[in-house]
């Protein structure tokens, strides 16, 4: 048998609304380190597609054209995890506080980012995305030493525009100091 004071409340209770009126009234509050929906920075993505390999569900995923590599996120199959989010190198990916993400337009569903493939300077064929390429560069000459830095620079002018068929057959030619730096 409930206390005299705990059925009082309980009588209290059955005239306060429990829930809210959402969505017919204002929206909720949003918490802090809510996941909502995966924002792609179309300007910071390298399409190094470590989104893709890390998303448990197969909502990140990546098409590869003749002359881009495309990566595009589904929300109808995204668990919103944040995977993807912790992985991604260069922080193009965010949660943001977005949760209406229901519609009748499938394409809405959808987001996706695009990198343009660099060429091989042999053969012709796709090597890696551009921007990647240069972030490389970037991080590997910021974490070189300065006496070898000159070396190291040498080898990034020429290593990077082959693709790795390529570099195996070429790498006698290519003419790369054999004690890396890096």
Request: charge should be positive.
């Amino acid at each position: 048998m409930p206390s005299a004071s705990t059925l009082k409340e309980m009588i209290k209770a059955l005239g306060r609304c429990a829930t809210t009126a959402y969505p017919f009234g204002p929206a909720p509050t949003v918490l802090e380190g809510f996941r909502g929906k995966i924002e792609i920075d179309k300007e910071k993505c390298t399409a190094c597609a470590a989104c893709v390999q890390s998303c448990p569900t197969g909502a990140m995923s990546m098409q590869q054209t003749e002359s881009s590599k495309i990566i595009e996120n589904n929300y109808g199959k995204c668990s919103f995890c944040g995977r993807c989010v912790d992985v991604c190198p260069e922080d193009a990916l965010r949660s943001s506080n977005a949760f209406e993400l229901a519609g009748a337009d499938k394409t809405m569903m959808l987001s996706s980012s695009e990198a343009s493939l660099a060429r091989c300077a042999n053969c012709g064929g796709q090597a890696f995305p551009e921007l990647q390429l240069k972030k490389m560069t970037e991080r590997v000459l910021e974490n070189v030493k300065p006496e070898t830095r000159g070396e190291v620079q040498a080898d990034l002018q020429k290593f990077p525009r082959y693709c790795v068929d390529c570099r195996r057959l070429l790498s006698y030619r290519l003419d790369t100091h054999t004690q890396k730096y890096y």
